[in-house]
């Protein structure tokens, strides 16, 4: 799977920040389907989309204006400043799970290739559709990414458990964009790592996120 190669000149702490959050909205999108069978589309639009970027050399030219990863920052601020509730467990486990296996795949090489090859598969009919919205959200494209999630992701471990209602993760659209979201968690952390983060920052840099996180926010005017 692709990553950036080009640091210079930007700033790193936002670009982490920014992976970061979209590795929570990966995370969140997938939560909130599983238990409500609908989540905000222009993050769906961000999350799977950016799958397909595969030559962009910073996070801003992945996801675009700050504005497209509000539910990630919201969410990575709401977890990391508030007392966890019960259900937020679930959330933090598909994040720490989504860390874990992108770190486990950037050593097999043969599941690495396998995803890269599939990603251009998937590309390679984009000229087929009108607008990369229509191309992102088309279902047959949401079904491709997760059956290539299914095929190389899911025969690692720790394999992600998403908890929710029987009646949404049975439902086959349902599931093939919790998965096709998970796929774009996996992504956001091989940028977070490229970047600089490690999981240890999710304990003792907390503060220096939440920072990161409200000015990125206050950036687009996106707090509220």
Do not use: C
């Amino acid at each position: 799977m692709a990553t950036t190669s080009a640091t210079a000149g930007i700033n790193l702490d936002q670009e982490r920040t920014l992976a970061l959050a979209a590795i929570f909205q990966a995370a969140q999108i997938a939560h909130q389907l599983a238990r409500t069978g609908r989540t905000d589309s222009q993050a769906l639009y961000t999350s799977l989309n950016s799958i397909l970027i595969t030559d962009a050399d910073n996070a801003r030219a992945i996801f675009g204006d700050t504005k497209n990863l509000r539910l990630g920052l919201k969410t990575l601020q709401d977890k990391f400043s508030n007392q966890p509730a019960a259900d937020d467990l679930d959330l933090a486990r598909y994040v720490i799970s989504l860390i874990q296996l992108q770190s486990k795949i950037k050593r097999y090489e043969a599941v690495r290739e396998a995803i890269s090859r599939g990603i251009q598969s998937i590309k390679s009919q984009k000229d087929f559709f009108k607008s990369e919205e229509e191309f992102s959200l088309h279902p047959t494209i949401i079904s491709k990414l997760a059956e290539l999630y299914k095929q190389t992701v899911s025969t690692l471990a720790p394999r992600i458990i998403i908890k929710g209602d029987q009646n949404f993760l049975t439902s086959v659209v349902i599931a093939d964009k919790i998965r096709a979201a998970l796929l774009a968690g996996i992504r956001a952390g091989f940028l977070w790592h490229q970047l600089g983060g490690r999981r240890w920052h999710l304990l003792f840099r907390r503060g220096k996120i939440i920072r990161q996180t409200q000015r990125l926010l206050q950036e687009n005017k996106l707090g509220a």
